[in-house]
């Protein structure tokens, strides 16, 4: 008789002045959120206590990123209704990872204590060294105990830490991922330039009207971002079907 696999471990629960300090807001935000329909409304467990769990915090820190790339609250919710219903959380993650790509690097220093907080859990040598692969942390410039923290990754980082894959794969997943998200991001670039940038700039030497395209630039980013995963996840998850089904 084959052994059974073990049970998978239930997800974490937060409760609402949990999920606020982990996610950096206040209590009053999360409900705000809630009541505009961009979170969705927690499980009731023991004692009518509302639990949320690892999606509500990684929509929260979508949130967060759309709002630093200049999006109002309408704008993110269209955004987030535009999502398919089912993303995970670490789904979630990859959009916010993609959708911070536009903004500048904004690396924070952080001593080990403060990132095993962000991180959530106790982090070991060996996890410190798969996230600097990952160039998720580096160590401190100076040659302190610190790091340096890429915190759009950090979360989807700290999230393969437990996925039974082999090291070596992630690192060449990540190159892959590299490499034609860049060659993506070319082809996108010359587009808009060619087909929308050159043909407005003819002729035209209103400096209002050029600073107007640049936000209509800016604007269309999230939205392009949104494009390219939600091709990415279809293609895959056909990808993963024919593969492992034929």
Not at 60 to 84: F, H, K, N, V, W
Not at 87 to 94: E, F, K, M, N, V
Not at 155 to 184: C, F, K, M, W, Y
Not at 233 to 240: A, D, F, I, N, T
Request: hydrophobic letters at 45%; proline letters at 8%; glycine letters at 6%.
């Amino acid at each position: 008789m084959a052994p059974q696999a073990p049970e998978p471990a239930p997800a974490p629960a937060f409760t609402v002045d949990e999920l606020a300090a982990r996610a950096g807001v206040t209590v009053r935000t999360v409900r705000f959120y809630s009541t505009r329909g961009l979170l969705p409304p927690p499980v009731i467990g023991p004692r009518r206590v509302g639990l949320y769990g690892p999606e509500h915090l990684s929509r929260l820190a979508l949130i967060e990123e759309l709002q630093l790339q200049g999006m109002t609250l309408s704008a993110c919710q269209r955004y987030l209704d535009a999502l398919p219903d089912d993303l995970s959380a670490h789904d979630l993650a990859i959009h916010r990872a993609l959708v911070s790509t536009w903004a500048p690097d904004a690396a924070e220093e952080a001593s080990r204590e403060e990132l095993e907080k962000r991180a959530g859990r106790p982090l070991s040598d060996g996890d410190l060294e798969r996230l600097t692969a990952m160039n998720v942390i580096a160590p401190d410039a100076g040659g302190g105990p610190g790091f340096r923290v890429d915190p759009a990754l950090l979360r989807l980082g700290v999230a393969l830490l437990d996925v039974p894959i082999a090291h070596r794969t992630i690192l060449a997943a990540r190159q892959v991922l590299l490499e034609h998200t860049r060659s993506a991001a070319h082809e996108l670039t010359r587009l808009f330039r060619d087909e929308v940038w050159e043909p407005f700039e003819e002729g035209e030497d209103d400096p209002e009207r050029v600073e107007s395209m640049k936000a209509l630039s800016a604007h269309m980013q999230p939205m392009v971002v949104q494009a390219l995963v939600t091709a990415f996840q279809r293609s895959l998850k056909e990808e993963l079907r024919a593969a492992f089904t034929s």
